[in-house]
């Protein structure tokens, strides 16, 4: 795949993110109603940039937001997981930040601090990496918070940016950031395995599944990338500590 056919999958993916069960939690039903908005139309954008259009059709602010906060999103999440930064802004930020060009000429948003949450980083004369780092028994509730700081940092970026670009567009929108206000408490880390929490967190390591997979990273990224999620999956539960303990030991 080409980077505009590989934008125009995750735009797909994107669509159906709010039919996983973060789309199901009580209370957060207007929060969903507008993903399912934007996400609708950044289908169309992805689509029009897919097929050569020069301008993508008519859209919200919070589009350019939701894409341009991507862009440090991608970059933190390699980062995080400790993938080849070449490899991974070469093959999986740079479609994202053409496209965010695509919507909207600007600058790229900065890249959010680090989590704290990680351990072993502030501990220089240890190196976790490969199978040593998923024997280490602090790993799910890392790959957990890793994934949860960098959702409410990007959430964060996506409301400063649509406040910068199109407030007055989005004033209809003040109930879904109420309860987008609220739902950023829900998931801040620690993670602590509370429904909500827990909802996000499944949903993301399908819709990660689902993302990841027409990229062309070399294996050993791929390995990394398996390693975060399933390690994940034994956090919230997806997976029983029998089958993580399988997995560890195939692993060595």
């Given at each position: ?94 479609p994202h930040y053409a496209f965010a060009r695509y919507l909207r000429e600007t ?146």
């Amino acid at each position: 795949m080409d980077e505009r056919q590989l934008i125009l999958y995750c735009a797909q993916v994107n669509h159906k993110y709010m039919g996983l069960p973060a789309g199901q939690v009580k209370g957060f039903e207007k929060v969903t109603a507008l993903y399912k908005r934007l996400s609708l139309d950044s289908l169309a954008c992805a689509q029009a940039w897919f097929e050569g259009n020069p301008r993508p059709p008519k859209h919200e602010p919070a589009v350019d937001a939701f894409w341009w906060a991507l862009v440090p999103w991608c970059q933190a999440m390699g980062r995080d997981i400790g993938v080849d930064k070449q490899e991974w802004g070469r093959i999986f930020s740079h479609p994202h930040y053409a496209f965010a060009r695509y919507l909207r000429e600007t600058s790229p948003a900065p890249v959010w601090p680090q989590t704290n949450l990680i351990p072993w980083r502030r501990d220089p004369a240890v190196a976790f990496t490969g199978n040593t780092l998923i024997q280490d028994g602090r790993f799910s509730t890392v790959a957990a918070n890793v994934i949860l700081y960098n959702d409410v940092e990007w959430t964060k970026m996506v409301i400063r940016l649509t406040t910068r670009w199109g407030v007055l567009q989005h004033i209809k929108d003040i109930g879904a950031l109420l309860q987008v206000r609220r739902l950023l408490k829900e998931l801040k880390p620690p993670y602590m395995d509370t429904g909500v929490q827990r909802a996000y967190l499944a949903s993301d390591i399908e819709f990660f599944r689902d993302l990841f997979r027409p990229f062309q990273f070399t294996q050993r990224t791929r390995d990394i990338i398996e390693q975060w999620l399933t390690a994940a999956e034994r956090a919230c539960g997806i997976i029983s500590e029998q089958v993580w303990s399988q997995y560890v030991t195939g692993r060595k």
